[in-house]
């Protein structure tokens, strides 16, 4: 069974510009969290999505934003990026929501460098 | 409020000796504990997780961990190294909001083996 894949792997960007970073989750797996890892502030969980809904948020400001398709698959988007939104974006998947204990499953992961 | 503490942020072993790593957590209910690795390039693996059965807890590559409720710890350990356990791991704890339930990360702790 194939794994979590996200795209791209690698962005470069600019600050003010916007940009979307995709997961597939592991087939038949219906929830979706995504995560950020800074050196500095460590794994910070930003939302969970299941069955095309946003279940939880963490502590991030509305210029983070995601969805989820039908099939599961998710994208996360980023509005005017600043400089501090360099990190690694890893997003995972769960055959239950979170709340239910259900195992994450991580992808490798998305580096965004904002220059 | 549910919060996880790794009690060192780097921990050297020599290979073929035990390995301690130390954890705490802060949880008004009775929590989830997870504990992930992350190989340098590679997405989270779950190590183990504790979900109120019972209290120490094997996982995978020879890893356990022993959820003592009185000293609010789950430590991980494993009786002998091997160099391909070197890595970051993280102690995980679930956290119970109004919006739902996430994954709660500590800073991780950087285990080294040499030879």
């Known amino acids: 069974k194939a794994g979590v894949t996200q795209t791209p792997r690698y962005l470069i960007k600019t600050r003010g510009q916007q940009v979307t970073l995709s997961c597939s989750p592991i087939s038949g797996h219906r929830s979706v969290s995504w995560y950020q890892q800074t050196p500095g502030q460590g794994l910070q969980f930003l939302f969970e999505y299941f069955s095309e809904t946003q279940r939880n948020k963490g502590n991030f400001p509305g210029r983070f934003s995601g969805r989820q398709f039908s099939n599961s698959r998710s994208e996360m988007n980023v509005s005017t990026l600043e400089l501090g939104d360099s990190a690694l974006y890893l997003c995972?998947?769960?055959?239950?929501?979170?709340?239910?204990?259900?195992?994450?499953?991580f992808g490798p992961g998305t580096r965004l460098t904002v220059l | 409020a549910q919060s996880v503490t790794q009690l060192d942020s780097h921990v050297s072993v020599s290979e073929g000796t035990p390995v301690l790593l130390r954890c705490n957590y802060s949880s008004s209910y009775s929590p989830s504990l997870f504990w992930y690795v992350q190989h340098p390039n590679k997405g989270l693996q779950l190590l183990l997780k504790?979900?109120?059965?019972?209290?120490l807890v094997k996982g995978i590559n020879g890893f356990e961990a022993e959820f003592k409720k009185s000293e609010t710890s789950f430590h991980l350990t494993k009786p002998s190294a091997h160099m391909s356990d070197a890595a970051e791991y993280f102690c995980?704890?679930?956290?119970?909001?109004?919006?739902?339930?996430?994954?709660?990360f500590g800073k991780g702790t950087t285990l080294s083996v040499s030879s």
């Open positions: 995980v704890v679930t956290l119970l909001n109004q919006a739902g339930t996430a994954l709660i």
């Open positions: 995972a998947s769960s055959l239950v929501q979170t709340n239910r204990g259900g195992e994450q499953f």
């Open positions: 504790y979900t109120s059965a019972a209290t």
